[in-house]
């Protein structure tokens, strides 16, 4: 079977965790960052968890992470 190729997109948003699961960097915090409350920045500082039914869709597009 070929090597199989890694969706660089999802490569450089993704990545995978200890327990097997995927987190991303939130979104918005890249520029325009004036008009946008302390608060809001703050919040958006964090990373998320990747949902178990969006999980499978990056196991395809990461298959050697």
């Known amino acids: 079977m070929p090597k199989l190729k890694t969706?660089?997109?999802?490569?450089k948003r993704f990545a995978k965790t200890a327990s097997g699961r995927f987190k991303f960097r939130q979104s918005h915090r890249n520029h325009i960052l004036t008009k946008k409350s302390t608060k809001r920045k703050r919040h958006l500082r964090s990373?998320?968890?990747?949902?178990?039914?969006?999980?499978e869709a990056i196991k395809q597009m990461l298959p050697y992470s």
Do not use: E, K
């Open 47 to 55: 990373t998320g968890l990747i949902c178990a039914s969006d999980s």
């Open 7 to 11: 969706h660089r997109g999802a490569a």
